[in-house]
């Protein structure tokens, strides 16, 4: 019989087809340019946060053109160069932008294990070490919600965990809707609070249920979910002839930081029978805490919590946990398909720590790696006081920014997150007049656009209700001093003097 003929004919295989010690030479080389440009640079105070170019520049200058022809090893150390110095330092002192900020030395080097080790943790047989890892560490932080059992699994950021959840509660009231649909189900309701994440909204519409049957609940002047709101919201909602299915309480909303009453919230969810998630991926750090612990006070009543190291604990992008107190199976139940060349139950060993069938991924970073080195690091101690370490930051910031002319408070924070107004001289006992808050709101866009062509620091600003652009500072950063947060305050102020 002929063998067939193809275009690997020609393509000798006597020898490998990489040059693994040119590879492991420019490792190393890149590895140097990553700690001289990326990691040293980022704590050194005289360099820039960024390197500022418009898009068209950018493009110039970083050829992006992908060719035939592979490039040398010199060119390619250059370009390795041009990514560090023209991407934001997010670990540079004064970045403020995000509810992340900072570089870990210890969790960095478990992404880089895990980068190497190159694997998905969905079966034992092809990651154990990882398996055992994620299943340990989703076992500490179930522990520090108030459960002493359940389920879980990490997901790729705080919007996935938060649709998880979603699905699991629906899947929980209608298991038929798995392989039905949303056909002959009734029309769903889910709740959350006016200040609570887009992802909710965005979940509903990715699962199928409607962003019109998300109701949003009316938060108090702090931004807390108010429970009687919610009792009526339901009631509203049954009355009109829908199914109120699941509510979505937040510890620690995006930009006020505010944690809604989770013991109140539980209550009305008992009463009607409805599925808690709390969406803890900012505030659920605050959990590591014996002083901050009280602001999730009623947390271990959740049937299902979202929490992302990645934020406060500096563990790096992405380390989302998607945590369960049921331990029926509820998670393998609703997601799992068995498919048969990955979760063979026939194998030599206990397929229970195949745990991938869980997830709707296949493929799957692990996440869990990186959090269990910097755990194994500091400790629970360690990561406590870098909690609050963070919030003694932000109340000496605090303290200043009531000290200072021209600094105005939005309000006074219960978290880290801390909003205020910069008002330049120039609009300065002009409260009353009636283009003021028109005017104050264009500050605060002016200040960021010098500070970022300047690339001495960055922060982020919004408007939120009937609050006009004001600057939301956030802290993560450990090596941030007071030396930094006092330039911070210098430098906003100098930016917006002449406005």
Not at 61 to 86: A, Y
Not at 178 to 199: C, I, T
Request: net charge negative; with cysteine.
């Amino acid at each position: 019989m002929a063998e067939p003929s193809g275009a690997g004919d020609s393509i000798p295989l006597e020898r490998p087809g990489l040059d693994t010690a040119a590879g492991e030479e420019f490792l190393q080389e890149v590895f140097q340019i990553l700690l001289e440009e990326g990691v040293r640079k980022s704590t050194d105070v005289t360099q820039k946060v960024c390197d500022w170019k418009e898009p068209q520049e950018l493009r110039d200058l970083l050829d992006l053109e992908l060719r035939s022809d592979g490039e040398g090893r010199e060119r390619l150390l250059q370009r390795c160069r041009d990514v560090l110095r023209f991407s934001v330092r997010t670990g540079a002192l004064p970045f403020f932008n995000q509810l992340f900020s900072g570089l870990d030395h210890h969790a960095l080097a478990g992404r880089f294990l895990t980068e190497t080790l190159n694997t998905s943790p969905y079966t034992y047989e092809v990651a154990p070490v990882l398996v055992l890892m994620e299943e340990q560490v989703l076992a500490k932080l179930r522990e520090l919600v108030g459960w002493s059992s359940g389920d879980g699994i990490f997901a790729p950021g705080g919007s996935m965990s938060n649709m998880l959840a979603m699905n699991v509660a629906r899947f929980r009231r209608f298991p038929e809707s798995r392989s039905r649909g949303n056909w002959d189900l009734p029309r769903l309701g889910l709740f959350a609070s006016q200040e609570s994440h887009y992802s909710i909204l965005k979940g509903a519409a990715l699962l199928g249920i409607g962003t019109d049957n998300v109701h949003l609940v009316r938060t108090d002047e702090r931004g807390k979910m108010i429970p009687e709101e919610l009792e009526k919201e339901i009631q509203r909602v049954k009355a009109e002839g829908s199914e109120p299915l699941f509510v979505c309480a937040t510890s620690g909303t995006t930009v006020l930081g505010a944690f809604d009453p989770l013991d109140a919230i539980a209550d009305v969810c008992a009463r009607h029978g409805l599925w808690l998630h709390v969406d803890a991926a900012w505030g659920g750090s605050a959990l590591l805490s014996p002083r901050l612990r009280h602001l999730l006070a009623g947390i271990h009543r959740a049937d299902s919590v979202t929490w992302n190291p990645h934020k406060l604990l500096m563990v790096g992008l992405q380390c989302s946990a998607f945590l369960l107190r049921d331990s029926s199976g509820l998670l393998q139940r609703c997601h799992g398909v068995g498919a048969s060349y990955l979760f063979q139950r026939d194998k030599f060993y206990d397929v229970s720590l195949d745990t991938g069938d869980k997830s709707p991924q296949c493929g799957r970073r692990a996440d869990g790696l990186k959090l269990w080195i910097l755990w194994k690091a500091v400790g629970t101690r360690g990561l406590a006081q870098r909690v609050e370490r963070a919030f003694g930051a932000s109340r000496y910031l605090l303290e200043q920014v009531k000290r200072r002319e021209g600094f105005q408070l939005v309000m006074e924070p219960e978290f880290i997150n801390l909003c205020f107004w910069f008002i330049p001289p120039s609009l300065r006992g002009q409260e009353n007049s009636p283009q003021f808050w028109d005017k104050l709101g264009k500050v605060a866009p002016a200040i960021k656009e010098k500070m970022i062509r300047r690339g001495s620091m960055m922060v982020g600003y919004q408007p939120q209700g009937s609050h006009v652009n004001f600057f939301r500072q956030i802290i993560t950063n450990p090596a941030v001093t007071r030396q930094d947060l006092d330039f911070f305050l210098d430098e906003i102020q100098e930016l917006g003097w002449d406005l």
